[in-house]
């Protein structure tokens, strides 16, 4: 392979970001030297097994992810602002759209809820830590590797380009002979394996190390939520893994599991990726679900309405996404019989989805009402919310799809369901647990600005998508004529997308001015919230709880509280046991890393040779009999003094 | 002699029951991992493109071969792991070496058996029905592999360190993996190679 075939040439913008990309490394390898920064990041960050700090390192990843795809995002908006425009060729759109699926599900939605679920989950269950700490963090570094893998494709031989469901026959090497493809199938692989790793993780966690008395449906609901989410994850993740890997054997190796000719089939394909892909829908939407919850009780002053009817409407939403993957190609040839099971079954899935509407809006009422952000982003959540729901329901009426199949009406629909069903979340859950990990409350005021800056803009965005999806424009056109009249529609979205992207910009200028600025002097709970990650300090102790809690009943702590039993007795104090840092998880990442890489570019021999690294790093852990360290109590007594103020 | 008590040793401490109920969670993504292999090979079976039909290439005898020595290795492998509960490292060594050679046999076998197979003309690349069919193979050899390369490797760490609580959960797990590929290979053995004769 040549140079001018391996980086990507001819394009002035890439040329650019090729440049700031090897400026930025520079300046970023020159300034934490200058800083003598190394031995802190290695030491406290890059080894760490901290669920706490693993859980930032996602959300701060995450939330680069969301500048990217949102770039992408931008992009496609501009080119379809005015008829004809030309800033991005066909090819280049393609890739765009791309990259932009991928990177907003896999890379931006997964890493910040499980992020946020890394920082939370074992406090609310009153854990010092998860199960397998430093599994845990491998799976951290093997998303993070493989998003750093997928995000050089752009500048490194070229980005994948037939959509983030990659259906064959576009997807295989006779449509798509570039590499771009095989960035898709490995860096997806690799992301799996880690994704995979931490549903079992949390599963394990929250079955085994909950808080003496605390049982199932004494848990509080993010808890319930992400162990749902985990058992869906443990459920549908494989079926990636063997999708991605028939995908790869086919573009590399000459297998012909998807190519007619030789007796493949190209619907297997489409079957294994939304027999994975749909759930996926709900392993992103369901922790939101959790946060909500949380969220709308907190500032409602009430319990939760309804919390048994909450989970049974969760465990049944999980059940039947796994039966419903066929309507996504209800015109590709199923008899009408099947498209009318399908149909029914995703139906169904609005009975539960509504149940929990409706005990949201049973929650708040009567309530004493917050109008903080993070409620704010809840109560916008509900109306965006069911737009994006009702308009699911006219999608799944199979006789009705074949009008709006693949029309900027799905489009449209999606972004109403995932956005509010994630991205709101996520914020939502951004400003309530934000002094849970940093010690500070984001600030309430600039916060109102990102609120009304992201919900109009979302609103203006993807709202005209619903009339000129009704009025035939497919998905995916990258140019359009003037006679079609929907250039007053696109125009209108296209400035929309400006006004949500300033939304996002003060979010970060938010972040910024609170880490300057922010009351560092906020005590434990400064919300007056109701679960068990409030009892510890804001920002949180290493070691969780210096004393396990003991739990009788749902909301234990804001029991104690109301009973003024919050105390900690001196006596009980003793050591803790700790987890050691590791290195092995970076290193297995980097060496994943660097095997993918040679597998994309087809540089097999290199790939084998360095798979060597991969095996030498399992060995390293399996004869690796480090047994962690105590935190003497005397110690955490001096800690919990310091917060607490009494003792 | 160590007396049997109530939980058996691997069983013995908090994170040693976690890491078991991990691996069985583990094994339920692999149950899902194996289905959907098979179905993808239900849908190819029939791709065969003008290529060969697995009647018209596979040696029976041999696959009986790989089954035997498959299911003697399981067995081997629950000998071992008795010796273990009895605290006698030294038997539980011997049945484990004895399993490792049977499994080490079984891989013998199946590469004899691929090699064939290209003989007659049908590799990876030939069909659907090929490729399928070599990929749902391939992966359980690949885990066969694995675990022959792990179980090494518990040896050593037996041998270094006796019967503790921690080399006898890995132990424990090790012993629900193999066991676990044997159950696969029943599954292979059914619905490919028996329905492949009746087909
Ligand atoms: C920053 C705001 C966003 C904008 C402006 C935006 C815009 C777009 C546009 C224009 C398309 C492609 C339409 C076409 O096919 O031509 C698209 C596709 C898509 N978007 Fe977004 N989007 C945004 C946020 C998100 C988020 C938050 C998610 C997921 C959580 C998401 C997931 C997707 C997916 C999965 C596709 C389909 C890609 C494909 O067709 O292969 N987007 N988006
Ligand atoms: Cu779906």
Redesign the pocket.
Known sequence: MKLDEFFVTGDPIIFLSQIAIGLTIIGLVALISYLKKWKYLWQEWFTTVDHKKIGIMYIIAGVLM?FR??VD??M??AQ?SRPGLELLDGQH?DEI??T??VV??LF??MPLLIGIMNVVLPLQIGARDVAFPKLNALSFWLFFGAAMLFNISFVIGGSPDA???NYFPLAGVEFSPDIGNNFYAIALQIAGIGTLATGINFIVTILKMRAPGMTLMKMPMFTWTSLVTSVLIVAAFPILTIALLMMTLDRMFGAHFFTVAAGGDPMLWLNLFWLWGHPEVYI?VLPAFGMYSEIIATFSRKNLFGYKTMVISIVAIAFLSMLVWVHHFYTMGNSAAVNSVFSVTTMMIAIPTGVKIFNWLFTMRKGRIQFTNAMMWSLAFIPCFTIGGVTGVMLAMAAADYQYHNT?FL?AH??YV??PG??FAVFAGLYYWWPKMFGFTLNERIGKWHFWLFVIGFNM?FMPMFFVGLDGMS????TYSESTGWAPYLGFSAIG?LV??AG?AALVYNIYWSFRYASRDIGGDPWDARTLEWDTASPVQEYNFAVTPEVTELDQFWKNKKEGKNKLKKEEIKDIHMPSNSGIPIIMSVAFGIVGFFLIFEWFTLAAIFSIAIIAGLIASSFDYDDGYHIPAKKVLETERKWRGDL | MASQTSTPLEYSTHQNEMNILGFWLFLGAEIVLFATLFAGYFVLEGGTADGPTLAEIFVLNDVLIETFLLLTSSFTMGLALHQMRHNNLKGMLIFTVITLLLGAGFMYMEINEFIHYVHEGATLQTSAFTSAFFTLLGTHGAHVSFGIVWITMLIIQLVQRGITPVTSRKFFIASLYWHFLDVVWIFILTFVYLRGVLM
């Open positions: 969301f795809g949102g995002g931008l496609m908006r379809t759109y759209f791309t932009h699926g907003m599900i931006m939605a959509g983030w469901t992103v900027m489009v999606f972004h995932l956005i994630v991205v965005t998905r995916r056109m990258y997308s949500l992207a996002f």
